[in-house]
């Protein structure tokens, strides 16, 4: 066996051909501060197991880069099934749920058991995930048929899995296992257990956290911290989940097949309007003169602002909907994150002198000319948008920011009436998948973006970590002092607009750093069955991503 040239870091070396970048990551650990855990050879994302076979070049990823967090997460989640399997001695007579993000965790729940998840019970499975993390056991990956892979799932009352591949377009899947327990996840792993150090299990109300580190510091864990108002939505959108008997993509796909989507469809719109309408009926019961409507990036803000509007009206008030987006300081003045790109997601980039002072001139009754900022020209503008407030007049006022305090200092805090709206989805791959929030919120501003803005979606994902940042920084701090939270996620929208994204992703070239994005985005989207947009309302929260809003948006 010969040698092969390999380029890594800044060296030229030679290696011997077969040897795995698993072989080679140990040879340069040292000059990383955290764990390599994946690489790109030849731009191709691998694991570490892969041999290297003809002259190439080498990244390592480490746990502190997303890519290998996200595999670090995932890993973790294999283990701690794998820990269940064996405490429960194997039994297939109940489930695990992997449901959502809490805190720096998942929150779990197990199905089946007559009493429930004990405290004990959970220190028997951290310990055996322990002893695995001890015995550094391989995580190993195999490919097979897809049609061995439901014959095989469904021998182990993998019914979701089952489901699942009924839809799968491509011929193979690829299945991990950890000693005698094997399962199907959406992503690569970690080379060993030996690399899942920092974890813990916290009972949490009836099922349990999953409790991992965070990417800045991906080798210690944060106390847990109860997120009791996004949990209590979260569970509100499961049992709506529950009620449509839609929790995963496979059940999804089924309602399609079916046509029973058009009916699905409605269900889903009708309960967020009860949802809006009950939100409405707080404020008009509380006499609030000022509502704050915040959430990150691409979470339906302008059109919840505006059917809540509606639904103001419908208690006799008279709403006047204003985007904080149209107080952004001019292009020029807008500040920069430390890549040099503009930095639209920090309150500096919001003009809050003006603002504060229109909203307090509004308040005191006076007439007010109102920006309207052009994304397109970069400039704030005055078109002859005047407003004044009457009597039974109400402020709605939507932007990423609206839930920090800063924003609105000068106006009177009894007037305010905060709500906090996040796409959290409930829908799942499958038991053990989740549906990352996140690349829901992105395969959104993708779509919207380049039909609002002329982005392409190579420019929308270039920007996506920066936008990250800044909600990190900006909004996800002051979710859980909102009156209230909406979940603006529908279960059924990634089924309507992978039609919009998937073209604007396969647009993206091979050769740029946003292709690994794109491609793993265009995989995710080939899970769900397509459906037309043309059902979806013209005044759903959808409609101001694919187009056709009812509203301005």
């Not at 995989?523 to 959808?542: H, M, R, T």
């Amino acid at each position: 066996m010969g040698n092969v040239t390999v380029k890594v870091y800044d060296e030229t070396i030679q290696v011997t051909e077969g040897t795995t970048l698993l072989e080679l990551a140990k040879q340069y650990q040292e000059r990383e501060a955290h764990d390599i855990v994946l690489a790109y050879m030849n731009g191709k994302l691998c694991e570490l197991f892969k041999p290297i076979i003809s002259d190439s070049e080498i990244h390592f990823l480490t746990t502190a880069d997303e890519i290998g967090f996200q595999s670090y997460k995932r890993s973790a989640t294999l283990l701690m099934l794998k820990a269940i399997d064996d405490v429960m001695g194997h039994k297939k007579d109940f489930q695990v749920r992997v449901m959502y993000s809490l805190g720096n965790g998942y929150y779990c729940e197990m199905e089946g058991l007559p009493d429930g998840i004990s405290q004990d019970l959970l220190y028997s499975i951290k310990r055996r995930m322990k002893e695995l993390v001890w015995a550094n056991v391989p995580i190993t990956k195999e490919s097979v048929s897809t049609n061995i892979a439901i014959k095989r799932f469904a021998a182990q009352g993998m019914e979701d899995k089952v489901r699942l591949f009924q839809y799968r377009r491509v011929s193979s899947a690829n299945v991990y296992r950890i000693e005698d327990y094997e399962d199907y996840h959406y992503g690569y792993m970690v080379p060993s257990t030996g690399y899942i150090k920092c974890f813990d299990l916290i009972l949490y109300s009836a099922g349990f956290v999953l409790q991992m580190p965070t990417m800045e510091e991906p080798e210690s864990l944060a106390p847990f911290e109860a997120q009791k108002k996004l949990f209590k939505v979260l569970k509100e959108s499961e049992d709506w989940s529950t009620m449509l008997g839609v929790d995963t993509v496979g059940a999804l796909n089924d309602v399609i097949a079916d046509g029973g989507i058009g009916d699905l469809m409605l269900v889903q719109e009708a309960l967020q309007e009860k949802k809006i309408a009950e939100i409405a009926e707080r404020i008009e019961r509380d006499g609030k003169k000022i509502v704050l409507i915040a959430g990150p990036s691409s979470s339906g803000k302008t059109t919840f602002s505006h059917r809540l509007s509606i639904q103001l009206r419908a208690y006799g008030m008279h709403p006047h909907p204003i985007a904080l987006d149209d107080y952004f300081v001019n292009r020029e003045d807008t500040p920069r994150d430390a890549d040099g790109k503009y930095n639209f997601e920090c309150l500096e980039a919001i003009d809050l002198k003006q603002f504060n002072a229109d909203m307090s001139r509004l308040l005191a009754g006076e007439m007010v000319e109102l920006p309207k900022f052009n994304f397109h020209t970069g400039m704030r503008e005055y078109k002859g948008d005047f407003k004044q407030l009457n009597s039974g007049d109400v402020l709605v006022i939507e932007g990423i920011h609206g839930l920090n305090p800063k924003v609105t200092e000068q106006l009177p805090e009894d007037s305010k009436f905060k709500i906090y709206i996040s796409a959290l989805t409930s829908l799942n791959i499958d038991q053990h998948n989740r549906i990352s929030t996140t690349d829901g919120r992105l395969i959104r501003r993708i779509v919207r973006d380049a039909r609002t803005r002329g982005n392409s979606a190579r420019a929308t994902i270039a920007m996506w970590n920066s936008v990250r940042r800044g909600e990190e920084h900006n909004i996800f701090p002051y979710q859980e002092e909102a009156d209230v939270m909406f979940n603006s996620a529908l279960i059924y929208e990634l089924s309507v607009i992978k039609q919009y994204a998937e073209p604007l992703l396969f647009a993206i070239p091979h050769d740029v750093p946003e292709y690994q994005e794109a491609k793993r985005l265009l995989k995710f989207l080939d899970y769900f069955l397509g459906i037309s947009g043309e059902a979806v309302p013209n005044n759903s929260i959808l409609r101001e991503f694919i187009g056709g809003s009812c509203f301005k948006v």
